[in-house]
């Protein structure tokens, strides 16, 4: 399974939230850019990183992201506010490996479809689920849209793979939501990353025993509550 640190930028800065509030988010760092390295440096070759403010459409942090593109080895996959082909094609030429949809794959489908033939193997879906529902826009809404069919819907597209985040769990630590990720592994074959309330090593084995491919992590890694050496090692 591979292991991959996130980084979530709030207005400049590397945060964290919990169950996706945006009112009281957790500063870790004034600099993304050197948090980026310090993965690199202690061996991730995967980054996922996320802009809250695009998400939730009230800025950007597109120039935070390039600086982690030209002064990191790391490859990116990048989140957030990501609802135009043109933003996919500015987001793949600037570096990143690849572009999680979120939003866009649940409301628009065809857009998302257009970007996912358009760059076949670069695109993500993120499934954000709270409530058994769909969230979207910077997981401030849900969709009252049965996951099946969502995840049904992404079937024959040329996808890098489906992003599943508990967002009842995220930022909690609380342990993963293996049930909600054992029934999306059911309903897929793309392959899948899990991110939610892992607290442990123990947390990692479970995951990757419940069919998950990678597992993104967050609060634990800024928390100390693994180490992103035990994290790989596991």
Avoid at 40 to 48: D, E, L, S
Avoid at 97 to 110: C, G, K, N, S
Avoid at 176 to 193: H, I, N
Wanted: glycine share 10%; aromatic share 4%.
């Amino acid at each position: 399974m591979v292991v991959i640190p996130a980084i979530d930028i709030l207005g400049g800065r590397c945060v964290r939230l919990t169950r996706g509030n945006y009112s009281e988010p957790t500063v870790y760092s004034e600099d993304p850019v050197e948090m980026a390295q310090r993965f690199g440096a202690t061996g991730a070759t995967r980054m996922h990183v996320v802009d809250l403010d695009a998400a939730r459409g009230s800025a950007s942090n597109r120039d935070v992201i390039a600086r982690m593109l030209a002064q990191s080895a790391i490859q990116l996959q990048v989140a957030g506010g990501v609802r135009s082909e043109e933003t996919v094609k500015a987001l793949l030429d600037g570096g990143a490996q690849w572009v999680v949809m979120a939003t866009a794959a649940v409301r628009d489908p065809h857009l998302f479809e257009r970007c996912a033939f358009g760059h076949p193997g670069k695109i993500l879906a993120a499934l954000d689920v709270r409530d058994n529902k769909a969230a979207v826009s910077g997981w401030l809404d849900t969709d009252p849209v049965v996951l099946k069919a969502l995840v049904g819907r992404w079937a024959d597209l040329p996808l890098a793979g489906v992003i599943l985040t508990c967002i009842d769990r995220d930022g909690t630590l609380s342990g993963p939501d293996l049930e909600t990720l054992a029934r999306v592994r059911k309903m897929t074959r793309l392959e899948l990353q899990y991110s939610g309330g892992v607290a442990s090593v123990d947390d990692l084995r479970r995951v990757a025993a419940s069919g998950a491919e990678a597992v993104i992590l967050g609060k634990a890694l800024y928390e100390g509550k693994i180490t992103l050496e035990q994290a790989l090692g596991a």
